[in-house]
């Protein structure tokens, strides 16, 4: 199976960003939108002791949510590294936690069949090469603007800790990397492939993981895209992931509590997969290293859907029917799988498919969908208001939505 292949198949994923942003529990920007001084920032670093850190639980949490993969943020844009990296200080080794947390990471998605990702931020607000723009926490600091900056070293640094994070724990799977800004120079002193040297990193990686699967944020096309908007760009054919919060925030956030409903988040998914998607879920974990019950009533509750809906979500794809109003296709070789956004009044109208379809059933219980296909002789005729065009196949659905249901035809 090539890579591609697992990705596509597996369709669902986890995203994790954790680190000592955690402990300030409002955003992963923190020290961005706040404008902290390395200085101030210090006091997550000294405190980030994450005794509850059992990421056993993580993978068991989202292996249980259908989740076939999990992405954890080696480093975020502040610079934090979660590994003992020997090209800086500023890690976990000079915590109160003391060890490397990637080594246990990757082991406990192994032992739960879970495919490993890491995401690598390319922007760095701690490295002093890394020049100062728009974005980054000292951009009012005339002082510190003042100073030289030669992004070059920042360079080597980068590809420096991409290697060790490639080299230390075995073979890895997936590589997010995030983000450039190019083109908006003026206001936020853009960056990009070229300030990261993005062609020579991408090569490295290839060639220390021959396998792996990169994203698109390094400023170079890579093996899928991640849109922000929910909306695949590129060719026919590209592979892409939305990566989406549960709450708008990334990183724990103690006093948002704008989550996304359980519905919603599946129908996120479905979408996806509809328009020949991955979805990557994100939780931001405590300081102490536990995923919040907001976040793990959520999972479970994809999980619950999954258990019984799995089949129209792993292995599938796009479709080349057109859904009506309302709904979403997904589809596995023969089997179409239509998701209902809505639950329409006794009949569900499909163009296009009289004559193509032998069975319907609802996928939750197995129980048939009654098939109705109206004398194509007699469609011609009837002006009726509700009638429908030749060609049309009507599902007869139980007038009350049964608990969850996705209606499947082959
Ligand atoms: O890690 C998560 C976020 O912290 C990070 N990516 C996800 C996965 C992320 N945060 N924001 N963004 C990505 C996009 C930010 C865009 C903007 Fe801008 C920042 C718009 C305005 C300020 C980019 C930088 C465009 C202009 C400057």
Request: aromatic residues 12%.
């Amino acid at each position: 199976m090539t890579a591609t292949e697992w990705f596509r198949r597996d369709r669902f994923g986890m995203f994790v960003h954790w680190g000592v942003y955690s402990l300030a529990a409002r955003h992963e920007w923190v020290k961005s939108r706040e404008r902290m001084t390395d200085a101030e920032y210090q006091r997550y670093v000294d405190r980030f002791d994450p005794d509850l850190f059992y990421p056993r639980e993580w993978a068991r949490s989202a292996r249980a949510a259908g989740m076939r993969y999990v992405v954890l943020t080696t480093k975020h844009h502040d610079g934090f590294c979660l590994w003992d990296s020997a090209l800086t200080d500023y890690t976990v080794a000079n915590t109160p936690h003391g060890r490397d947390l990637l080594a246990p990471f990757v082991e406990a998605c192994r032992d739960e069949g879970l495919k490993v990702g890491f995401y690598h931020s390319l922007i760095d607000w701690h490295h002093p090469s890394f020049p100062i723009d728009g974005i980054h926490p000292q951009r009012d600091d005339e002082e510190a603007k003042a100073a030289p900056r030669d992004i070059s070293q920042y360079r080597e640094y980068l590809h420096g800790q991409v290697r060790e994070l490639l080299t230390r724990y075995g073979t890895i799977d997936y590589l997010f990397f995030d983000f450039s800004y190019p083109g908006t120079s003026h206001t936020w002193g853009g960056k990009g492939a070229e300030d990261w040297g993005a062609e020579e990193l991408l090569a490295m990686v290839r060639e220390l993981q021959p396998d792996i699967l990169v994203n698109d944020r390094a400023g170079i096309p890579g093996d899928f895209v991640t849109p922000e908007q929910y909306q695949p760009s590129g060719p026919m054919g590209t592979a892409w992931e939305a990566c989406q919060t549960l709450n708008g925030s990334w990183g724990y956030d103690r006093d948002n509590f704008d989550y996304k409903s359980p519905e919603l988040l599946v129908r996120m998914l479905v979408d996806g997969v509809s328009k020949d998607g991955n979805l990557l879920l994100n939780v931001g974990p405590t300081g102490r290293g536990q995923i919040d019950p907001e976040a793990e009533t959520r999972l479970a509750a994809i999980g619950e859907w999954m258990r019984l809906h799995e089949r129209s979500i792993r292995g599938c794809g796009a479709s080349e029917y057109v859904a009506p109003a309302d709904c979403r296709y997904t589809q596995n070789g023969d089997r179409l799988y239509l998701h209902l956004f809505s639950w329409p009044f006794k009949h569900v109208h499909l163009p296009e498919l009289a004559g193509k379809v032998r069975y319907a059933q609802l996928l939750s219980d197995a129980s048939e969908i009654r098939l109705e296909e109206a004398d194509p002789n007699r469609v011609a005729e009837n002006t009726q208001p509700g009638a429908q065009p030749a060609g049309t196949l009507t599902l007869a659905l139980p007038v009350r939505r049964p608990e969850t249901a996705v209606p499947v035809i082959e």
